[in-house]
């Protein structure tokens, strides 16, 4: 059992950085691939990143490539997710989770956070 608790949304303008923190309970964290997610209001639930337990390999969806990053701290059971260049597309909900495998598909992750609301103003 992992549990998951988010920190570092807020409201920013379009251009601003933001970084989001992801800390997980428990000493298992390590051998969980971990994800970020997002949702804005109507829409679908959508992958942004993935890491791998290792932070060895790392995926982004084509739309946040280039100007976010994900990283993790195993010492520290936490996940990062730093978003630079911000657009007002990026407006959602964040979610972290975690995996057992590095996929872009929500349903293969097992554990999520409450997630925290970051809105990007033009």
């Known amino acids: 059992q992992v549990h998951l608790v988010e920190s570092g949304g807020g409201l920013v303008q379009a251009g601003d950085s933001l970084r989001h923190s992801c800390a997980a309970s428990?000493?298992?964290?390590?051998?969980?691939?971990m994800g970020w997610f997002r949702q804005a209001p109507g829409k679908e639930r959508e992958f942004v990143a993935t890491?791998?337990?290792?932070?060895?390999?790392?995926a982004y969806a084509d739309s946040v490539k280039g100007r976010f990053t994900i990283s993790r701290d195993n010492a520290k059971n936490t996940v990062y997710l730093q978003m630079s260049n911000l657009k007002p597309e990026d407006t959602a909900v964040y979610y972290c989770?975690?995996?057992?495998?590095?996929?872009?598909?929500?349903?293969?992750?097992?554990?999520w956070g409450q997630g925290t609301q970051v809105t990007v103003s033009s």
């Open positions: 989770a975690a995996g057992d495998i590095i996929t872009i598909r929500p349903t293969a992750y097992r554990y």
């Open positions: 428990g000493r298992t964290f390590s051998s969980y691939a």
């Open positions: 890491i791998t337990r290792t932070g060895g390999t790392t």
